[in-house]
């Protein structure tokens, strides 16, 4: 079987894409244990994209060897679950639940060494299909419940927000489809198009995942029961102070902050803006800055530009304010701006 120069060329590529950015970022000094862990995952990338120039040997390059290689590259996975963990609940990292992951895997292995069949071969793919699967209902679960979190718990998201991680998913799902083919009929066509979906799915990791900033997740410390039984003995008050002493206009402010400045458990907070006010607490802080601050400046100050009204709302980031100010107005600043006259 031949492989054509093209294929070399992008085995070279990805795997001094993925060595220099190991490099970049594990020689970072203010790296995080999320960017380490993106990091390693980078080299180990980096080795198994590097084992494929065997196939530049003629006398390498035949169906056996293509079996093991495909054997190797379904290590692979285990570096999604390892990132997506890693992601969605900080410092989850540890060598010996890494070495869990890895023991099916390497089981799988060590019984095709020893009986190189078909049918063990068949066996780990549809092994491999099954983590596949499991890999993306277990990415949606967490990530909607991650940002759910987000959601109740901070009015600055920006440096949190792991929406983009469907963008992943995106390029995760096409690199192990364009596995399981070859896994079943090699096509260097096909085998050039994972280079490149792998690239590109650890690239938006890459991009968004060394600025994200981790969180720790703190669970409900009261149970529905309680709550209920409790009832928002702060119900009308919450909303006199945070408009009164207009706390919103903090950029960083956290639902934590807000309960105690009004003297009550987060989790009761949390619970009376999803059940008694129907929202979430950064809408309900967003919807304030602009209700109470944007809209005011846009109309009675029309020289100022989008970027300061969003700033004096209390908005880190005039993306963010953009894109809340359409949520919640139907338009844009501008285009708002725009209707009223003031352009």
């Known amino acids: 079987m031949t492989t054509p120069p093209s294929a070399f060329f992008l085995v070279g590529a990805a795997t001094a894409y993925f060595t220099l950015s190991a490099t970049q970022i594990l020689f970072c000094k203010n790296r995080n244990r999320l960017q380490t862990t993106l990091g390693w995952i980078f080299v180990l990338w980096a080795i198994l994209n590097l084992k494929d120039i065997i196939l530049v040997f003629p006398e390498y390059n035949n169906k056996e060897t293509v079996k093991y290689i495909l054997l190797i590259d379904g290590w692979s996975i285990i ?55 499991a890999f993306f ?95 928002y003995s702060f119900a009308g008050n919450i909303e006199k102070k945070v408009e009164g ?45 602009i209700e109470q601050m944007a809209i005011p400046m846009i109309q009675q100050h029309p020289e100022y530009t989008v970027e300061y009204v969003a700033s004096e709302s209390g908005f880190k980031h005039v993306s963010t304010f953009r894109r809340a100010f359409t949520k919640l107005m139907g338009k844009s600043p501008s285009q708002y701006r725009s209707e009223l006259g003031l352009t």
């Not at 979190?149 to 927000?161: F, K, M, P, Q, V």
């Not at 989790?267 to 979430?280: A, E, G, I, R, V």
């Open 79 to 133: 570096t999604y679950y390892i990132f997506l963990y890693e992601l969605t609940k900080n410092k989850w990292t540890t060598w010996r639940k890494v070495l869990l992951f890895c023991l099916p895997f390497a089981v799988f292995s060590i019984i095709y060494i020893v009986f190189p069949t078909n049918i063990v071969l068949n066996t780990y793919v549809v092994f491999l299909w099954l983590c596949a699967a």
């Open 137 to 231: 209902v277990i990415g949606f679960v967490k990530s909607k419940k991650y940002i759910k979190y987000i959601h109740d718990n901070y009015s600055n998201i920006d440096e949190i927000d792991i929406s983009w991680l469907k963008y992943m998913f995106f390029f995760a799902f096409l690199e192990q489809s364009l596995y399981f083919i070859n896994a079943y009929s090699y096509n260097s066509l096909i085998d050039i198009l994972y280079y490149a979906s792998a690239i590109g799915m650890w690239q938006i990791a890459r991009a968004y995942g060394t600025t994200l900033k981790p969180i720790n997740i703190i669970e409900p410390t009261v149970t529905p029961k309680e709550m209920e039984s409790k009832g």
């Open 245 to 289: 002493e207009e706390l919103y206009l903090n950029k960083d402010l956290t639902l934590t902050d807000l309960a105690k400045a009004i003297g009550t458990n987060r989790t009761y907070l949390s619970d009376y803006f999803c059940n008694h006010k129907h929202t979430t607490f950064y809408d309900y802080i967003n919807q304030l800055r």
